[in-house]
């Protein structure tokens, strides 16, 4: 690929997420400024209809102590734009904003290590992706892509009892020819997560310093977002 082709690849890619309203400099970096232009601009490549849709997460997450393991129920609301609909082999965006989280202070001192898993749809092609947003984020905020899934990563530490806000992951995509593509929850089961953390334990019985898991999972795939092609 020349250089001239992956940079208009780029515009593509952050074009499409405009189309959901929101304007990134092009990088996955949390915290950058959404509202600088990307090189020349960011033109709007198509016309859809977007909305923001609230949609709650219900898991059931494994946890640790001293002696044995528990399942308890954990709920994260995300709002989720994205286009009603899209032509055939039409470019779109899709973006995941997560909820402000206040960890605990009965469970840990701080928690670290944080992971967002999101499935894209299997009848779209991923063009790019870019993080914006968020506040009192520490440590590295990144994105790793597994497949067809895309994971926030946020280092950390966060101090227990002071909420924090983890950016929102904006994706650009081409569809497919037909059908309707969905996005969803990514994981598969408490060893393949859709959200986790590490926690620094306070519970009885745990030395100080003692990172335990938090492993979080719904009972089936959350759809996030759908979108019709046709």
Do not use: H
């Amino acid at each position: 690929m020349t250089l001239q082709s992956k940079w208009a690849t780029r515009v593509v890619a952050v074009g499409a997420i405009a189309l959901a309203g929101i304007l990134p400099i092009g990088t996955t970096t949390a915290g950058a400024d959404p509202s600088t232009p990307d090189g020349a601009g960011i033109a709007r490549l198509a016309e859809a209809s977007y909305a923001s849709t609230q949609v709650t997460v219900d898991y059931g997450c494994l946890v640790t102590f001293p002696g044995g393991s528990a399942t308890m129920p954990y709920s994260l609301t995300f709002k989720v734009t994205a286009p009603s609909s899209v032509p055939p082999k039409g470019l779109f965006g899709i973006a995941f904003d997560p909820p402000v989280i206040t960890p605990n202070p009965t469970f840990q001192s701080d928690v670290r290590d944080v992971e967002l898993r999101f499935r894209l749809p299997s009848n779209a092609s991923l063009l790019g992706y870019v993080l914006y947003g968020g506040s009192n984020l520490s440590g590295a905020t990144t994105v790793e892509r597994k497949g067809d899934v895309l994971v926030l990563k946020a280092a950390g530490p966060f101090t227990a009892n002071v909420p924090f806000d983890l950016p929102t992951l904006a994706v650009g995509l081409v569809a497919g020819s037909t059908g309707v593509a969905r996005s969803a929850t990514g994981g598969t089961s408490v060893d393949n997560p859709s959200f986790r953390w590490v926690r620094n334990s306070v519970t009885p019985g745990d030395p100080p310093n003692t990172l335990r898991p938090l492993l979080c999972e719904p009972p089936a795939p959350v759809t996030l977002s759908s979108t019709a092609i046709g």
